[in-house]
């Protein structure tokens, strides 16, 4: 952070450990700092700047903890103020706007902030800094299916990582996310090689949370080769420690259908459907409903029906690459039912889907 004054660097200073404890996830140097800041400063004894540093830096301490609403709130609040910030500060605003649309799967927003954010890079000195804008760029990029650029920024942030912190666990997550981009390019053998760089590192640092996030790509990456027992043993060791349960539960059921285990593939889809009642998880909920058509020995034209309407959350939520591999699956099925008309017409959707897909790489 820019110190501007003498009497101003003692809080920006105080600010700037309290920023680099966010950004290294150092949870109780984070409360240290938060309680020493609470204690020692009044709002009212700060100038303009300060007060926009300490706003800034508490939408990040609010994202840390998941208190989504008090981070729209602030977020609000500097949008009323944005023509007035820095252009380091501008940088952090645009940031942690990403941050929070990534954290409510508006990823497609999250990417348009980055890329805004990123106009304001060359204002940031903290490498270690950059190393991580990165990396939250290349999640957004991998989630709206832009894997070349996913790939891109995963290398800058693996590269600056090494070049700067030696920061092993951070390389990890990056190797990660350099696996999920491999798996969905379809190069299997690469991406279980990041995949699995990633756990030697988790392994040696003990890092329980990593180590379950690698074992879920890596049952991801055998239940896409449909290498459905290997991909079932490596979920349904995550299962029992109830780690991201609607995901695993949709992943079990799918693999548990393609081996016509049905009886096993409801039970892990209702369970899915419990979770995501009960944790208000809507995005999942459509995909096993979606999954529950597909498997339940309906009418085509019933499937068709439930699965158009579905459509619609994926759709209103900019997901496109769900809409394109859910249009492609009814067209499927509609062609091999020979309703050769309605097939095309899901083809063209998938189609519209792709485009929008590529217009989201586009720089802004």
Known sequence: MILQTEKASEVIELFSRWN??????NLAVIEELNIEIQELLDPAELDHQELLWHSLLETRYTLIHKRYDDTEVLLQQLELLEGQLSPEMAFYYHFFNGMFA???????????????????LGCVEDKIEVAEFYYKAAAAFYHTRKFLLAISYAKMARETFEEVSKNDLRCADCENILGLCSLSLKQYEQAEEHFLDSLDIAEKFKNEELLNFIRYNLGFLYSEQNLSDI???????????????????????????????????????????????????????????????????????????????????????????????YTESLATL???EKQFEKASTYFYQAFRAKTKIEEMGYLR
């Open 20 to 25: 680099v404890s966010m950004r290294d996830r």
């Open 102 to 120: 990534s954290s409510m799967n508006r990823h497609v927003d999250a990417v348009s902030r980055y890329q805004i954010a990123e106009r304001f």
């Open 231 to 325: 991909a079932i043993r490596h979920l349904g060791e995550l299962y029992s420690k109830k780690f991201i349960p609607h995901k695993l539960s949709f992943l079990l059921a799918r693999e548990y259908f393609k081996m016509n285990d049905k009886g096993n593939g409801f039970y892990y889809l209702h369970q899915g459907m419990d979770v995501c009642s009960n944790v208000q998880n809507e995005e999942y909920l459509h995909h096993l409903q979606i999954l529950n058509a597909q498997y339940s020995d309906l009418p085509f034209e019933e499937i068709e029906q439930i699965v158009s309407e579905h459509l619609k959350y994926f759709e209103e939520k900019q997901l496109w690459g769900f809409v394109q591999d």
């Open 334 to 336: 509609l062609h091999h």
